[in-house]
């Protein structure tokens, strides 16, 4: 553990807030029906139908990976693949679990991490021949593996284009609680998942103040025969890759602190705050080549490796491109003005 206490390497390294931790305890008490069928389980489906409208349905799973690969496979049909950028978590950190599952990846250069209309235009070259994996998925990340955000109209354009060639959206939302801060609050959720034509939306809650547990939610209201086949599919997918909570009241009682009085926009502002506040403390160090404020919670600066190592002994984060000499700086939840400031004061330090 570094001696801040508190790394800037990842939001999966920092503890769960106090009002999950309280809710869990809550939860412990005496029996429950399990797999999703208790109580609390029953409230935090009518909660997401309230965020994303009636009709929505919401499957809990323990881990992002597991609901990612969960989520595609219920949407998946015989040679179907998945059409996902270069950089998603897809493809760049689920040690080809969807591969395993039999989930072919066909990976796209896209701008900034982002995937683009004309990808999509180029991965339906191979649409309609035997010999060839079908593109009928695509996975966006939002935001994405490399800080950058999606806007509002760019999803409802990759929407568009997927839909007209008849590809179902999954939106990998690991961090969604950090783009919907980023993007005006839970006011914005809706535009820019189901409103913007996002089919499943795999909603993240561990990087965001809860100890395990995500949601994969559809979106069936479209009418799409696609997602409401997927809907039918998705308790077998979901068991089928050991993603079924057999507790599920845990899971579930998670997400009700998290979603009572949007404490998780809050969290998830939190995090991008005190990542605006490290970038506004060091970005007048040149060699860093930080230019432009973070989208969310993550800085991507260019630090020299023998630099990098020094400044670990304050605190610990992760290489990012070894090649440019890249590394990420990410805060969380509950990352604080103090902790920012002797961060940035070991960075000064460090870069002379």
């Known amino acids: ?11 999966n390294f920092a503890g769960a807030h106090p009002s999950v931790m309280s809710a869990l305890a809550e939860a412990n008490v005496d029996h429950a029906r399990a797999y999703g069928d208790d109580e609390i389980s029953l409230e935090v489906y009518a909660r997401f139908e309230e965020l994303f409208g009636a009709g929505t349905k919401s499957f809990f799973v323990f881990g992002g990976t597991g609901g990612n690969v969960a989520a595609l496979s219920s949407l998946a049909g015989p040679g179907d693949c998945v059409v996902c950028s270069e950089w998603s978590h897809l493809h760049v950190d689920e040690t080809a679990a969807p591969e395993r599952a039999g989930l072919k990846l066909l990976v796209r250069p896209g701008v900034g991490g982002k995937l683009t209309p004309r990808d999509l235009q180029s991965a339906a070259h191979w649409l309609g021949s035997q010999h060839h994996a079908q593109p009928r998925i695509v996975s966006i990340t939002q935001p994405t593996e490399v800080g950058t955000l999606y806007t509002i109209d760019e999803v409802k354009a990759l929407c568009a284009m997927a839909h007209g060639l008849g ?158 000499q890249r590394v990420r700086w990410m805060t969380s939840w509950d990352t604080t003005s103090a902790d920012v400031a002797t961060f940035a004061a070991a960075i000064r330090l460090c870069m002379g």
């Open 167 to 324: 590809m179902v959206v999954h939106m990998d939302g690991a961090r969604v609680a950090n783009a919907t801060a980023a993007l005006g609050g839970s006011d914005k959720l809706r535009s820019f998942t189901v409103d913007a034509g996002v089919d499943v939306l795999t909603f993240g809650g561990t990087k965001n103040g809860i100890v395990f547990g995500e949601v994969i939610v559809y979106f069936p209201q479209s009418g799409n025969p696609v997602v409401e086949r997927a809907v039918r599919y998705a308790p077998w997918a979901r068991k089928a890759t050991t993603q079924l909570p057999s507790k599920g009241r845990f899971v579930a009682a998670q997400f009700r602190a998290l979603l009572h009085n949007d404490l998780w926009v809050d969290l998830g502002a939190r995090a991008n705050g005190a990542a605006r506040e490290l970038y506004e403390a060091v970005a007048d160090i040149e060699a860093l080549g930080l230019t432009t404020p973070p989208a969310v919670n993550s800085l991507y600066p260019v630090v020299a490796d023998a630099i990098a190592d020094r400044l670990r002994e304050t605190s610990f984060f992760w290489p990012w491109d070894p090649e440019q």
């Open 1 to 11: 553990m570094s001696r801040l206490g508190r790394s800037f390497a990842s939001d």
